[in-house]
């Protein structure tokens, strides 16, 4: 019996902690989630953030809203080749700061998301900086759908019509699809 009762105190624990870490998940919004669909590794950045993953072919990266203060660019990077520390450099888009882009403007050719929380709302549109580079649709929950899926795309989303694409933060995901 004394080995049961000095282990319900541990077993509560256990359950507390678990019933918090639920608690915290579900109450995190997540701003955006951004798939990889392209048949080889990409390396997003999500610039002035600071953020930047690796994602093999079919994975899947969400991003907090609290690492997104005004804005975000976000690309896709490809060939890219980092040491442990998160040096190195990419064929595509490389933003010259390794894995964690720092830099907004990246190496030609970047397809580039633009996303914008303002007043409860996000704004999003799709560019080109200095080229293509990957196809990319982004879309929003309670928004327009922006495909971007060959050189060119920049025609139809140019950078002045960034603010005509929006939704609502409340309830609503942004989702950006590498090679959709």
Same mark, same amino acid.
């Given at each position: 019996?004394?080995? +049961?009762?000095?282990?319900? =105190?541990?077993?509560?624990?256990?359950?507390?902690?678990?019933?918090?870490?639920g608690a915290s998940t579900t109450s995190t919004l997540t701003l955006l989630s951004i798939t !990889? &669909? #392209?048949s080889f590794t990409v390396w997003?950045?999500?610039?002035?953030?600071?953020?930047?993953? /690796?994602?093999?072919?079919?994975? !899947?990266?969400t991003v907090d809203a609290s690492a997104i203060h005004y804005t975000a660019d976000i690309w896709g990077r490809t060939g890219c080749s980092f040491d442990v520390a998160g040096r190195g450099r990419c064929q595509t888009a490389d933003c010259s700061s390794g894995l964690r882009c720092r830099s907004t403007d990246p190496?030609? =050719?970047?397809?580039?998301?633009?996303?914008?929380?303002? /007043? %409860?709302?996000?704004?999003?549109?799709? &560019?080109?900086?200095? %080229?293509? !580079?990957? =196809?990319?649709?982004?879309? #929003?929950? +309670?928004?327009?759908?922006? &495909? #971007?899926? /060959?050189?060119? #795309?920049?025609?139809?989303f140019p950078y002045v019509k960034y603010n005509d694409h929006s939704c609502t933060t409340a309830g609503s995901r942004l989702q950006i699809v590498f090679c959709p």
């Amino acid at each position: 019996m004394a080995g +049961s009762a000095s282990a319900t =105190p541990v077993l509560l624990v256990v359950v507390v902690v678990a019933l918090a870490a639920g608690a915290s998940t579900t109450s995190t919004l997540t701003l955006l989630s951004i798939t !990889n &669909r #392209c048949s080889f590794t990409v390396w997003p950045a999500v610039a002035s953030t600071g953020l930047g993953t /690796e994602l093999h072919p079919g994975a !899947n990266w969400t991003v907090d809203a609290s690492a997104i203060h005004y804005t975000a660019d976000i690309w896709g990077r490809t060939g890219c080749s980092f040491d442990v520390a998160g040096r190195g450099r990419c064929q595509t888009a490389d933003c010259s700061s390794g894995l964690r882009c720092r830099s907004t403007d990246p190496a030609a =050719p970047a397809t580039k998301a633009q996303v914008a929380i303002s /007043e %409860g709302f996000y704004h999003y549109g799709i &560019r080109l900086d200095k %080229g293509f !580079n990957l =196809p990319m649709d982004l879309t #929003c929950s +309670s928004g327009d759908a922006l &495909r #971007c899926r /060959e050189d060119g #795309c920049h025609d139809a989303f140019p950078y002045v019509k960034y603010n005509d694409h929006s939704c609502t933060t409340a309830g609503s995901r942004l989702q950006i699809v590498f090679c959709p």
